[in-house]
């Protein structure tokens, strides 16, 4: 079994910032991706910033030059730096891993955390 625990989240004025941090831990033979996905009320989930093997990342156009992820791989932890924050990145993020077991690949959610930006 595997679980996600992501932390970080909180109340900052617009224009600040914000670190969140994701720990991945169990039964995990590798590590391929992790991410981070946010959700605001009334809104579907969207990806932010996935990094994937060998450093590959991807971001959402809105926080290009703004969010950057990065990961610990030994501590298969995966952190996303959240910088010049706005009203609009207001939502829950969720971290994400697309981890192999003794059972296969699977995806893996953490149980979320709020991050609120006010103006």
């Known amino acids: 079994q595997v679980q996600l625990v992501d932390s970080g989240g909180g109340l900052v004025q617009a224009g600040g910032s914000l670190r969140l941090s994701c720990a991945a831990a169990g039964s995990i033979l590798s590590n391929d991706a992790m991410g981070w996905y946010r959700q605001a009320p009334g809104k579907q989930r969207r990806l932010v910033a996935r990094?994937?093997?060998?450093?590959?990342?991807d971001y959402a156009d809105s926080v290009v030059g703004r969010f950057t992820i990065s990961r610990d791989n030994a501590k298969n932890t995966v952190y996303l730096q959240m910088n010049s924050l706005k009203p609009e990145d207001t939502a829950v993020y969720y971290c994400?891993?697309?981890?192999?077991?003794?059972?296969?690949?699977?995806?893996?959610w953490g149980q979320g955390t709020q991050v609120t930006v006010s103006s």
């Open positions: 990094i994937r093997s060998g450093d590959r990342t």
């Open positions: 994400n891993a697309w981890i192999r077991t003794w059972s296969g690949y699977k995806d893996y």
